[in-house]
């Protein structure tokens, strides 16, 4: 752009953004910069430069710059725009870039002139896509105009307001973490109309729509069985279709640090070193969440079983489950246990490690395996809450103090209403069920093995393992991988761990016995938490086979490593040496 160039025409296309004679904008946060690869996946097939409607997209969404220069694959845009997906790997990199100064005024221009640039938002024309919906507020067009039937006849419309105009700002803060000042922008209107806006929009929704999609009331104990249960959990708990399973986690919601001295106190977490308030997600086996108490606070009276305690005291969860049925916690509740179990409740958390011991037992491991082969689900309903919804994923302001509660259940509610279950059945769920009950009570025979002929010391019998005498180590596929392990985290955390131990400054390890040179390794793996601190793990197989069959035994040294429900990451990380001669991560 020149500085000589007629604005009129600057806003019929996206601004440049490098030119000579640049200058720094600085506390403006800036995407991975890279020609030579896509600035989001790093693939180096074939790349295209990014239209200048898509910089201005990441910039309005995400407060984050990306630099004309850079490079994308074309599977990442819709048509000039990123996809919605795509737009969810954009993360920030650095701070401050450069740009000339006449490019400066021309973006501006761009942003504030142009009747008919995509930063006008209106949700009252036809003139937004679906993928455009999706983006700005997190739900498909049918899901909108679904909700705005809610909204319609009670509010009123104005010049300068259309409820449906309203509904996309409510959305839109959730989505997106928007400022007021910054929609008021977008819509083309005044801060104190979005402000009004909003706050109809949500105690509508609050009223009318939340109660029917969140909360122990809004559907029955027999609903919540029928369309909920999962099979693999009354398998691997070895219960009757009739059970009902609940698994509960507090969350964290990041605010600023209050005015008030005494809510400064009460809002501040000890373990997190940040003032947040505390909902409690409790989900059914499909990850719909049946309701999701709170706000609690943060200090010490509210730890986790405090928080539950108080739930079964204050709200229907209480008549909600029967005699029998199953509640699936993690070591946060412990102190509810019992109480619990004494109303004829089924409970289950992961082992305690008792103090003084720094493993647990195998059968210890096992049965904790059993509970968090489950409880990722309202990990993952935590994560996906705040994937979809920014607003609870960074800190939120002051000015929302008294609008977090309700938007939180909004949320929760449109989760409920509008997405996919997160787990369905499987064939495979089967398989993983009748191999963890099998094992669930057993030892682990390499761990009692390994101590008896001292496999455990590293004497000079261990040698450096070479190519050719790890040759015939079994090989598996993914999905034999996953049986190796039920379930996928392990391998994702695993591979991590090669690719770190695969770096030419690395040490990564492998042993063979010299009594037993062809069907035992160990490995050394160095941990991901503490540099000083590495874990031994040792793999017993059949030379020249190949899947899981294959695999006689495992055990590490760290604290799950004896388990045999599943091998830990450490374990199927040593797995990859059969690769070694290609030096590869998988």
């Not at 630099?67 to 795509?86: A, M, P, Y």
């Not at 409690?280 to 606070?297: E, H």
């Not at 040490?507 to 160990?522: A, G, K, L, N, W």
Request: net charge positive; proline share 3%.
């Amino acid at each position: 752009m020149n500085a000589g160039t007629n604005s009129s025409a600057n806003t019929s296309q996206a601004p440049s953004v490098f030119s000579q004679d640049p200058v720094y904008v600085g506390r403006v946060p800036t995407s991975k910069a890279t020609e030579s690869a896509c600035f989001i996946c790093g693939s180096r097939a074939e790349r295209t430069r990014i239209p200048g409607e898509a910089i201005l997209q990441v910039f309005m969404e995400k407060q984050v710059w990306v630099k004309s220069t850079n490079r994308v694959c074309r599977n990442h845009l819709n048509g000039n725009i990123f996809s919605v997906d795509s737009m969810q790997l954009i993360q920030a990199h650095g701070v401050g870039f450069r740009m000339k100064p006449d490019d400066i005024g021309d973006l501006l221009l761009h942003l504030i002139n142009d009747k008919k640039s995509s930063l006008r938002i209106d949700f009252n024309s036809n003139d937004l896509s679906e993928d455009e919906y999706k983006l700005l507020t997190g739900i498909s067009k049918n899901n909108f105009e679904d909700l705005y039937g809610i909204l319609s006849g009670k509010m009123r419309s104005s010049h300068n307001r259309h409820p449906r105009n309203a509904l996309g700002m409510l959305l839109m803060t959730l989505r997106l973490d928007l400022t007021q000042r910054f929609l008021a922008f977008l819509f083309k209107t005044q801060q104190q109309v979005v402000s009004e806006s909003i706050k109809a929009v949500s105690k509508i929704l609050e009223d009318e729509f939340v109660p029917v999609n969140l909360g122990f009331s809004h559907m029955s104990r027999e609903e919540a069985i029928r369309k909920h249960s999962r099979k693999f959990f009354n398998q691997l708990f070895e219960k009757p279709e009739d059970t009902l399973f609940l698994t509960a986690d507090g969350t964290y919601l990041f605010i600023d640090k209050p005015g008030d001295f005494e809510e400064q106190r009460k809002t501040f977490s000890l373990h997190k070193h940040r003032n947040l308030l505390k909902p409690m997600m409790i989900i059914l086996p499909s990850g719909y969440l049946i309701d999701a108490p709170g706000m609690f606070y943060a200090d010490s009276n509210n730890n986790d079983a405090h928080i539950m305690k108080y739930i079964f005291k204050n709200t229907e969860l209480g008549t909600f489950v029967e005699e029998g049925d199953c509640l699936i916690y993690d070591r946060g509740f412990r102190d509810i246990v019992e109480e619990n179990r004494r109303a004829g409740l089924e409970v289950y958390m992961p082992s305690l490690l008792p103090n003084g011991r720094k493993q647990f037992t195998a059968v210890e491991g096992n049965h904790s395996r059993r509970v968090t082969m489950v409880r990722w689900l309202v990990e993952s309903t935590n994560g996906r809450l705040k994937n979809v919804f920014s607003f609870f994923k960074g800190t939120i302001v002051g000015s929302h103090k008294g609008k977090i509660k309700p938007f939180f259940k909004i949320a929760c509610a449109l989760l409920n209403k509008y997405f996919d279950p997160l787990f369905n059945d499987a064939e495979k769920h089967e398989r993983f069920a009748e191999v963890v009950l099998a094992r669930l009570d057993m030892p682990n025979l390499l761990q009692s093995r390994a101590e008896e002929l001292r496999l455990i010391r590293m004497t000079g019998k261990w040698q450096r393992a070479s190519e050719e005498t790890v040759g015939n180590f079994p090989r598996l596929t993914w999905a034999e991988l996953e049986e190796f392990t039920l379930g996928s985290y392990q391998l994702f955390i695993a591979d991590k761990y090669n690719k770190q131990h695969l770096k030419h400054d690395s040490q990564y390890t492998i042993y063979v016995h010299e009594d037993i040179p062809d069907s035992m390794v160990r490995g050394k793996i160095q941990s991901r938490f503490s540099k000083s601190k590495t874990h031994s793990c040792w793999l017993e197989y059949i030379p020249g086979q190949n899947g899981c069959a294959a695999i006689k035994g495992w055990y590490c040294s760290c604290k799950t490593g004896a388990r045999i429900v599943g091998a830990c990451s450490h374990v199927v990380s040593v797995r990859y040496i059969n690769t070694l001669k290609s030096n590869a991560s998988k």
